[in-house]
Each structure stands twice: as C-alpha cells, then as structure tokens.
C-alpha cells in the first residue's frame, strides 16, 4: 500500500475520531476523549509535539559518517532502531469502532515485529484488553511488552507475572493513569504509588519493570531507588492532566538525574526520525511512538505499523548522517543548536 492510500483508508476508518491531520500535535482534535485527542484544552498533547520542535539540530556534513548504526539494546532486547509502539488500548471507544481490540493489538505487536523492534500493549476496565495484548504477544513468540494499569498491587503481579508466563520480556505500569476514571468506575481501583509499592512489585515479579509517565526528577529518582529497570517519560500522550509540559522540555532534567542508573524512554510527539534523534540528544535512551503508530494499524494492519516505523527509521539513518552521529548508543546535546 502507498502512502496517500494508508492515509485515506485510515482517516475513512476512524470516522471522525481521528482526522489524520497533516502534523499530528493535538490541535484538531483538543478535548476528544474518547477518541484519539488530548485531555481538556489538549495543552498536553500540544506541548509535546510543541516542544520538539522548538529543539533544532546542527547541521554538519563534514565527516565520514555515511553508514550509522541504528540498532540497539534496551533492556536486553536487540532492536532494528530505538523506536517502540506505544500501548494504545480502547481501540473500540477510541478509533471510531475501527478495529477491535484483538485486531488492534495484533497489527502493533506483529507490526513491530516486521520493523524489528517491539510493540506494547494495553490494560482497561474491560479483561478482553489485557488479554488481547497477552495473546497478540504469544502469537510473535512473546515479543511485545504489556502495560499493566496502576491497579491494586497483588492485580499487578499477578497480571505482569500471566505477561512472563506468555513470555513477554518485560512489562510495564503506566503510573500516570492513576486517577483514570473509567477503571475505578469499573470496580476497578487505580492509584498512584509510593515507592515503598515499587519496590514491592519489583521483588515479586520477575521480568524487568518499566513504569510509564514519569515527569519530574523526584520520581525518576525513587523509580531508582526502587529498583524499578526502565522509566518512560511520558503525559500519557497528554490525556492524562492539562496543561503539562511537552515532554522533552523535562526530559533533560530528568536525564540529568538518573542517566546511567536505569533506562530512559520517553513519548510525546515523536512524529518523525529527527524527532528521534532529539530525544536521543536530551537523554533517551529510546522512543516509544503512540499515534502514528495507530494511523499505520487501522490504516493497513499490521503492514501499515510497519510502513510507518520503517519511514521513521530511513529519516533517522539520514539525520543522523546530517549530524554527523555515528551510532544511537552514542548522540549528545552537541547536535542541537
Ligand atoms: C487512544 C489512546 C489510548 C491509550 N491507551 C494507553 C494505555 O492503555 N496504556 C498506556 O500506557 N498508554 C496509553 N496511551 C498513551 C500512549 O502509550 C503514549 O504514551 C502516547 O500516545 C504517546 O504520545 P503520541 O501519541 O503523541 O506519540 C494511549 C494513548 C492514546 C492516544
């Protein structure tokens, strides 16, 4: 499929919940929850892809960096490029009826897969979310990582430990979904959590830990004292709370505070491979991508995910070389000007 076509038959099928607009940042569709917007004003999400592209990048020809090195390891995984498909759940409530959950889950994990890198799944008040995830994972032979709701934590572990057993190499909790409502409306609690509880569900589980929506140092630093493996700095794609910062205007900060002692990913706007190559310079380690990610699966499946992380890649490969960056493993802030 091309890529006007994946376009159209995308924006055809999310029937107004998503507009497929020419830049992505949460303008259009402010408010639309459900569907695929930002919460409130949509500040959130705005500030995000904002925020990105306030940061530019140097410019520089004069080396010998023709061929960079994308791939990378993150948590031990070998990937094709830092790029991750972020979990994305309520396909149904949220992309117009589009697809089903099982449908979704499996077109970004498979997706993913056919990229070389590795896809997320989601958590709700519904059990069919979770599972879907969990089944779309076994079918790839384990290689997606589902993300737990900040439930109960006993819920927690026994749900990250269903994700080992499908032989996920990681799981992860988005903490930031901790006063959603829909779950505690479901019976469902969620909360936020001290790190005293991280440390808990870190020594009862046994695949690495990734929690998901950490947007000051203090966090990231109990995350670390917690023995939590891996942080996302992340909004929650700004549909969390209003009026948050974009995420790589605190992502140096936080880099700045637990670089080295855990792994680093952030999301938020990532909408292209300099995009990418930014987070990189402001401390990631890894991206995740959400929205985009979704165009390409109701767009095309499991194929369209893949159109849409391998375009990614081939704009990284060349902003790296009109950078002059070697490898991913090793950008700096000397990029950006
Ligand atoms: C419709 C929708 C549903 C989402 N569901 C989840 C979810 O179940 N779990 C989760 O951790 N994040 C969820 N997110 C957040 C994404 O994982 C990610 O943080 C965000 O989309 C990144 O921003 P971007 O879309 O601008 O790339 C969701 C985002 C959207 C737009």
Redesign the pocket.
């Known amino acids: 499929m091309d890529w006007k076509t994946l376009k159209q038959t995308a924006r055809e099928k999310f029937n107004g919940a998503c507009r497929v607009c020419p830049v ?1 940042n ?1 303008v259009a569709c402010a408010g639309e ?6 919460i409130g004003t949509g500040t959130s ?1 705005h500030n ?2 904002a925020a990105l592209a306030g940061y530019r990048l140097n410019l520089k020809v004069v080396h010998d960096v023709g061929e960079p090195v994308l791939a990378c390891k993150v948590l031990g995984l070998e990937l094709s490029m830092p790029v991750i498909g ?6 149904k ?3 117009g009826g589009a697809v089903t959950e099982p449908e979704y889950a499996a077109a970004v994990v498979s997706g993913c897969q056919q990229a070389g890198t590795v896809g ?5 008040p519904i059990a069919d ?1 979770f599972e879907a995830g969990l089944k779309a994972i076994g079918a790839v032979g384990g290689r997606g990582i589902p ?1 737990i ?1 900040p439930r109960e934590n006993d819920k927690i572990i026994e749900k990250a430990n269903q994700a080992a057993d499908a032989g996920a190499p990681a799981f ?3 903490i ?2 901790a006063a959603i409502i829909n779950m505690t409306n479901a019976g469902q609690p969620v909360g936020p959590k001290t790190a005293a509880e991280l440390a808990y569900i870190k020594k009862n589980t046994r695949i690495p830990f990734i929690v ?2 950490i947007m000051v140092p203090e966090d990231a630093r109990a995350c670390v004292e917690a023995g939590v493996d891996a942080i ?1 700095v ?6 969390v709370l209003d009026h948050t910062p974009g ?1 790589a205007e605190v992502l140096p900060y936080i880099a700045e505070a637990v670089k080295g002692k855990i792994t680093i990913l952030v ?5 292209s491979g300099a995009d990418v190559l930014k987070m990189l310079a402001l401390g990631a380690d890894a991206v ?7 165009i390409g699966g109701v767009g095309a499946g499991a194929e369209g995910v893949a159109m849409v992380l391998n375009k990614m890649a081939a704009e990284l490969r060349a902003a790296m070389v009109l950078t002059g960056t070697k490898s991913v493993a090793d950008v700096t802030e000397d990029i950006l000007w």
């Open positions: 992505c949460g929850m459900p569907g695929m917007g930002g999400f995000n892809v972020a979990a994305i759940a309520g396909g409530l949220n992309m997320m799944t989601g958590d709700g979310v993300v709701k992860g909790m988005d930031d979904a998901k929506g996302v992340s909004n929650h794609g700004g549909r995420t999301d938020g706007g990532v909408r995740l991508v959400g929205r985009p990610v979704t």
